[in-house]
T-cell receptor, first 112, second 115 residues
Framework: DAKTTQPNSMESNEEEPVHLPCNHS???????IHWYRQLPSQGPEYVIH???SNVNNRMASLAIAEDRKSSTLILHRATLRDAAVYYC?????????????FGKGTHLIIQP | EPEVTQTPSHQVTQMGQEVILRCVPI?????FYWYRQILGQKVEFLVS????????KSEIFDDQFSVERPDGSNFTLKIRSTKLEDSAMYFC?????????????FGPGTRLTVL
């Protein structure tokens, strides 16, 4: 899987939007961009994924740069429950049953 | 909503002992995974399993480790002779299809402590 770069930590206030960046300058045309998060003392959980177009689901939005070398996970209105480590992971379309390659992620701190 | 379950939640063992960590994947899923996370470090892939055989394994997954799907519901990770450095959270995950857009669902983990 291609490498991704994320800030080590970010802080935001409750009920405000949060923009979590991810750089993936070596992304290939067949890489999907996946985001997972890990709440304290829990297993990772899926958040969202995309290929080229921006995506929205009930948890978040994913904004993908036109050149696909970066993406941003957007939490529209952060709650205390969103405090977690967020991982940006690239998955090749031909990856088959390959496991996910986690980096260190971004530790999101939410202030009340 | 269906979920991946793991037992036990915490396992304490003596160095050199064998341990078996158990997982029940989501019922219609076909691909199964084990990951580990040493305290304070990143989540690391160990092994993937499909159609009763290992699909891929990492360098961490050496001869001390083995996986098995003994029946239609359980998926197990065995560590034959535990070492102190095996102390970690172990997460099981499952996935329904091989499509790259299909997500992995993780269990809550088993904390393994080797004394």
């Amino acid at each position: 899987d291609a490498k991704t770069t994320q800030p080590n930590s970010m802080e935001s206030n409750e009920e405000e939007p949060v923009h979590l960046p991810c750089n993936h300058s070596t992304i290939s045309g067949t890489d999907y961009i996946h985001w997972y998060r890990q709440l304290p003392s829990q297993g990772p959980e899926y958040v969202i994924h995309g290929l080229t177009s921006n995506v929205n689901n009930r948890m978040a939005s994913l904004a993908i740069a036109e050149d696909r070398k970066s993406s941003t996970l957007i939490l529209h209105r952060a709650t205390l429950r969103d405090a977690a480590v967020y991982y940006c992971i690239l998955r090749d379309v031909g990856g088959g049953a390959d496991g996910l390659t986690f980096g260190k992620g971004t530790h999101l701190i939410i202030q009340p | 909503e269906p979920e991946v379950t793991q037992t036990p939640s915490h396992q304490v063992t003596q160095m050199g002992q064998e341990v078996i960590l158990r997982c029940v994947p989501i019922s219609n899923h076909l691909y199964f995974y084990w990951y580990r996370q040493i305290l304070g470090q990143k989540v690391e892939f160990l092994v993937s399993f499909y159609n009763n055989e290992i699909s891929e394994k990492s360098e961490i997954f050496d001869d001390q480790f083995s996986v098995e799907r003994p029946d239609g519901s359980n998926f197990t990770l065995k560590i034959r002779s535990t070492k102190l450095e095996d102390s970690a959270m172990y997460f099981c995950a499952s996935r329904r299809t091989i499509r790259p857009t299909d997500t992995q669902y993780f269990g809550p983990g088993t904390r393994l402590t080797v004394l």
